[in-house]
C-alpha cells in the first residue's frame, strides 16, 4: 500500500461482519467489530505520520543543483499533503470512536435512520444514510 492511497481508501485486513437472522442494529458484537476496524485504520495512518516524519529528516539535503532541490521540495510537498488529508480523516476517525462510546455510531446525522453495516464497512468514518448523502452532494454540485 503506497502513502498516497491510505487517505482515500478504507482500511484493510479485516473480515466483513457476518450478520446473523434477527440480530439488533448495532449490538455489541458489531460495535467492537467496526471499533477493531477504526482503531486499527488509525494506527495504520499513525505509522504513516512516523514514516514520513523519518523520510523527510533523512532525506532532507541541501542539493547544490536547482532542479535536484526542485524535484525534492515537490516530493515533500505531495508527501503534507497527502499528510494533511490524513490528520483530517485522523479526526473523522476519533468522532467515529466517540460516537462508538455514546452509542451514537452508525446513525444518520441527519434524519437518524441505520447507516448500514456493509456500507459502515466501506466507509467506516460515514455519518449520513446514503440517501442524506445523495441529497448533500446535490445540494454541493448546485452551489459551485
Known amino acids: 500500500m503506497t502513502s498516497s492511497t491510505v487517505a482515500e481508501s478504507t482500511p484493510f485486513n479485516f473480515s466483513p461482519y457476518a450478520e446473523k437472522e434477527g440480530e439488533e442494529y448495532m449490538n455489541n458484537a458489531q460495535q467492537e467489530h467496526f471499533r477493531d476496524i477504526l482503531t486499527n485504520w488509525k494506527n495504520e495512518l499513525m505509522i504513516e505520520v512516523d514514516r514520513t516524519v523519518d523520510h523527510m529528516r533523512d532525506d532532507a539535503a541541501n542539493y547544490p543543483d536547482?532542479?535536484?532541490?526542485?524535484?525534492?521540495?515537490?516530493?515533500f510537498s505531495l508527501e503534507l499533503r497527502t499528510r494533511d488529508r490524513e490528520r483530517k480523516l485522523l479526526k473523522k476517525i476519533g468522532e467515529s470512536l466517540a460516537n462508538l462510546d455514546s452509542d451514537d455510531y452508525g446513525y444518520c446525522e441527519s434524519c437518524g435512520i441505520e447507516i448500514g453495516v456493509r456500507r459502515l464497512e466501506a466507509r467506516p468514518t460515514a455519518d449520513l444514510c446514503i440517501d442524506c448523502k445523495t441529497l448533500d452532494e446535490i445540494r454541493e454540485k448546485q452551489m459551485s
Open 66 to 75: 536547482p532542479n535536484d532541490r526542485a524535484s525534492q521540495e515537490s516530493e
